[in-house]
C-alpha cells in the first residue's frame, strides 16, 4: 500500500513551501524518519522526514518548485513489486462541491469535498491559462474562496505592476538592493500582522540571579560527575516518537515530543547549562502555574464571539538568531523537562536551525516564546508578540549591578526580564504576577526541580 | 369430450362441427412441434446450450393446439411466461424462437427477449410476458382496437391459474367485460402456481366461477383433450368475433415439469402418483388414440408426423448454433423508435 | 396573440390531434362530458368525437395504462390520463415493466405510441397521496420519454409532439397551473420533443428550473435585475428525456453558475442529474458549487402553511442565486 508524503502545513497562515532539495532518490529505500528532501517553510528550512518505511517510487516535484500544503510530493511503497502507476493527483484537481441550499435548516449543506486550494473549477482553468499562481491570490468568495474575478484581478495587476517599477526607479535612493528571502518576507509578514491586529504592552522586571546561578553550577557540576569529563552524546531511539503503524501513517504534524535523533557530525560538547535554559526551566513552570499566560486569543466571526484558548501543552518557542534571519523552533511539553533534559534540547536545536536541518516537527505550535538577546550583549528589549501566543519574553544580559539588601549595598548578578503581552488575552495585573511568580522561582530554583 | 359449463347467458350459439382431418391432423402436428420443442429445451438447458429464466409447456400442448386453431393470422395472441407452446401455435417462425433462445442476432427478438418476451407481430403475437398476469389489461387493450377498427379480430389471452389471483386481472377482466371487448382469456389451471397447489392460493377448484363476477360466460374444459379444447375455444371466439364480448375459458390441465425449467417437478404435496396418473392422459396419446379410433389417421402416420416434428427442431436448433451472436453495441439500439441526433442515451 | 389557458391549450392538442388521427383516442377517469376530467381538460371533445374516442374507465390504473398499451400494439394511439400522478403507482407494472420495455424486448418490432398525461404537484391542500412530482421515477427508467410543460404555449406544442411520438411519453402536467394564461397560436404546432426553453436571458447565472417553478423563478429574476443588478438566465429544458444538454451546458459556460429548482423533493431528484451533467461537461467553467433548491425530503402535508414551508419559495430560492454570485 502506497504512502503519500505530503508538504506540511505548519501553521495556519502557511500556504505553501518549496522543495529545495531531494535526499533520496527514486529506488532508494528510506526508514521511518529519515530525512528525505529538505524544505523551505515560511518559518524555516527544515526537513521533511519519511513518515513510513519505504522504497521512493515517485518524486513529484522539481527540486527549487513551490508546492501547496498538502500536495503530494513523494510516493513510499513498502516494496518494489508493488505495482504503483503514475504520479499523485495535482492538489488542484479536485471535483467541483455540489452543495445544496435554499433548503430548510434542518437539512444542513451537504460537504462538498472541496479543493485543497480554495478555487473554484473556472478560477484554476483561468489561473492555469493566465499563468497566475493562486497561492498569491486573495479571494474573496464566501470563506475566502478564489473565483474568476479574483484571478482576473490579479492578473490585472501582474499586468500593471511593470509599470510602476519603471516610474519607481529614477527617483529610487542608489544602494545595495537585496531580494527578500522567503523567510525574511515571512518575519515581515508575520510582524506586520502582530502589530496591526494586537494590542501590545510590556512589563519588565529587573530579578536577581544569585540563586539562579548558584543553582546552574550545583547542576552542571553533577551533571559532570555523571558523565564523565567530557559529556557525551548518545543517540538514544526518540522515546516520544510515534509508534509504527500498519496502517497509512498520519500526516507529521510533529512528535510529541521533541525526542533526540541521531544527527551526524555532531562534535562531543560539554551540555553546560547557561541562563537561557535557567530561563527555559522556571519560564515553563511558571506557564503552567499561569494559565491564562500559556493562552491565545482565538477571533470568532465578531470580536464578541472569540475566545481565549489556555492551552494544555507547555511549547516553548526558542528565538535562534540565524545569519539570514530567525527561527524559532519549539520545545514541546518543556514543563515536564529537567534542567539537563532542556539544555540538551536547547543546544540539538540551535545546531540543526544553524545548519538549516530543524525536523520539520519542531516547528510549530508554540503556546510562549523567549527571546535571548543576553548573549550579545543587549542589556534589555522589548520584543513583539509572536502570534498567535498571548506573551512573549525578551531576556537581556546578566550583568552584575548593585542592589540593595537588607539595608546595604551589594553587587548581585541582574537581569531584566520584558514581558510583552496581548491586551486582549492578558492585563497589566497578570502579567506583573507571571513575573512575580519568575522571579520567586528564580530566587529559589531547586524548589522546582523535579 | 367433456365440457362443463358454468354459465352460457348467449342464447343461440351454434353447435360447433367436429373439425375435418386436414384441421385434426394440423392440431396433432402442433402438439407434436410443442412437444418436441419443449423436450429438446429441457436437454439443451441441461446441457448448457441455452441459459436464461425459461418456463417450458410439456403436457399443456393440447390448450395451445386446440386454441390457436381457431384463429387467424391478424387474431391477436397474449401469453404468459410459459408461452412457447401458444407462440408456436399461432404461428412463430421455430427457427427464430430457438435462435433467440440461443441469444442469436437471428432471433424473433434480436437476442433481447428472450423465452419470457418473445413477440412476432407479423403473426399477431403481442407478446408473453415475464409479469404474471400483465397480458391481460394489454389484451383489454387490443381488444378495444380490434372493436374499434370493427374488422372482426379477435384476442386470446393466455394466463395461469397464479394469474388469477393478481389485481392486474381483475382490471383488465372488468374493462373487457364492461366496454364487451372481443377477447378470449383462457386460464391453463395446471393446478400450482410456481410451487404452491391452486388449493392453497385460491378458495375454489373452479377458478371458471369468476366469470360470474364479472357478468361473463365462463367455460371449463378438460384440457388434455384437443377436441374439447377447440370446441369451447370456438364458441368463445366466435361470439367475440360476433360482437358478443369476452369469455373466460378455464381448461384443467398439467405440466410434467417444474414450474421454472430448471426446477425439479416436486412441488408443495405433489404427490409422486399425480404425475404418473396425469401421464396416462398424455394430451398426445389421448389424441392419438382418437385419431387411430376414428380412422382417420394410422399410427404410422402419427409417427411420422412426430419424427418431423423432431426433424424440425432438430433444423432449428441447427439454424440457431450456426447464426451469429449480435454485436455488443446492438445492445443500445431501439430503447426508443425515436432519439434526438447525437444526444447520448 | 391570443391568450388561452394552459388546460385549453392542451385540450387544443388533444382536439387538433384527435382530428387529424381517427387512431388517436382518449381514455383516463371521468373523462367525458359534463365533468371533462377532474381538471376540466377533455371538457367538449367527449361531445365532439363521441364516447367511443373519449372513453371514460373504471378506476383502474393498471387496466387504463395497460389498455392503452395493447391498443397501441395493435395500431392505435391512444392517450390516457392519469388523474393524479400519484395514481400512477397504482400501474406501475404497465409503465415501467411493459410499456417501456415492449419495444427493446422484442428487438426493435414493435412500439408503443401511448402518452400518459398526468397532473402533479402541489398546491391544492390535498396532502401527501395527491400532491406528488414523481418525474425522477420515469427519467430513470430507459424506454420512457418525460414532458414537463410550464407554459400554455409549451404544453399544446409538446403534447402535439409527444402523440405523434412512436415512444410512449410522460407527459407531467401541474395542477396548480391549469389556470394559467398565456400567448397560444390558434393553428397546430410542434414543439420537438428533447429542445430546452431560455426563457429569460442572462449572464451572472443559469437557473433550470421544471413545470411550476419556472414562473415563479422569472417572477423573482426579474426583481432580481432591477433591485440588485443580477441578470439571470433561465433555462426551461421542457423535455427531461431527453434532455437538451447542449442547451444547459452553454449556458452555465457562458454564466459560470447554476441553481437547478424543482418542486420534487431534492433526494434522488431531476436535479441531480442535471447537476451531475454539467459538473462533467461545464466542470472549468464552473466559478459557484451547483445548487438545487428543491422541496424537503418529506410527504406533502395537509395545512397550505406547511406545505409553502417545504416547497421551494421565493425566498430560498432568492437565497440560493445570492449565495452562488457571492
Redo the contacts between chains.
Sequence with gaps: MATEVKMPRLSLTMESGVLLRWLKAVGDFVTKGEGLAEIETDKATAILEAPANGFVRALLVDEGSEAACDAVLSVLTPSLDEIYEGAGEAPASK??????????P??PLSA?IGAQIQA??????LAKQLGIDLTMVTGT??RGRI??EDVQRAADERDESPEVKADASPAALAGRRVPLTRMRAAIARRMVESAMTIPQFSVRRRVDMSEALKFLDTSNQSVSAQKGAHAQWTPKPSAGSPKPSAGSPKPSAGYPGAGLRPTEGTPLQKQTSGVADILHFVVARALRAHPEVNASFEPGTTLESSQIVEHEAVNLGIAVALPDGLVVPVIRGADKMSLQRLTEVRIQLQDEAQRGRLPVGSLGEATFTVSNLGTLGADDFIAIVNPPEAAILAVGRVQDAVVVSNGSFQVAPVVVLSITADHRVLDGAQVAQFLQTLSEYLAEPEALAT | MASTEVSDPSPGTPTVDVPGPDMLLRMYETMANIRSFEERLVELFNSGQIGGVLHVCIGEEACAAGVCANLRTNDYLLTSHRGHGHVLAKGASMDRMMAELFARETGLCRARGGSMHIIDRSVGILGANGIVAAGVPIAAGAGLAAQMRGEGQVVVCFLGDGAMNHGAFHEGMNLASVWNLPIVYVCENNLYAQFTPQRLHAKSEDLVKRAVAYDIPGIQADGQDVLAVYEVASRAVERARAGGGPTLIELKTYRYTGHAISNPICAIGRPDEEVDAWKLRDPLRVFERYLIDQGICSADDLAAVRREAAARVDTAVEFAESSPMPAAETALEDVYAAWPEGVPL | MREIQYREAIRESLRHEMLRDASVFLVGEELIDPWGGTFGVTKGLSTEFGEERVRNTPISEAAIIGCAIGAALAGMRPVAEIMFLDFIAAGMDQVVNQAAKIRYMSGGQVNVPIVIRAAGGSGRASAAQHSQSLEAWFVHIPGLKVVMPSTPYDAKGLLTAAIRDPDPVLFIEHKMMYNNRGPVPEEEYVIPLGLADVKRRGRDVTIVATSRMVPRVLALTDKLAAEQGIEAEVVDPRTLVPLDRKTIVESVQKT?RL?I?HEAV?RGGFGAEV??IV?VEA????????????A??TPVPFAPLLED??V?DER??E??IL?TV?
Design positions: 471535483p467541483t462541491e455540489v452543495a445544496s441550499t435554499g433548503t430548510l434542518q437539512m462538498g473554484s473549477p473556472a478560477a484554476k482553468h468568495g464566501p473565483g474568476l | 459560470h441553481v429548482v431534492e447537476a451531475s459538473g466542470f472549468t467553467s464552473l466559478d459557484a458549487p451547483i445548487l438545487r433548491v428543491a424537503a425530503n414551508f417545504l421551494p430560498r430560492i437565497e440560493a449565495e457571492a
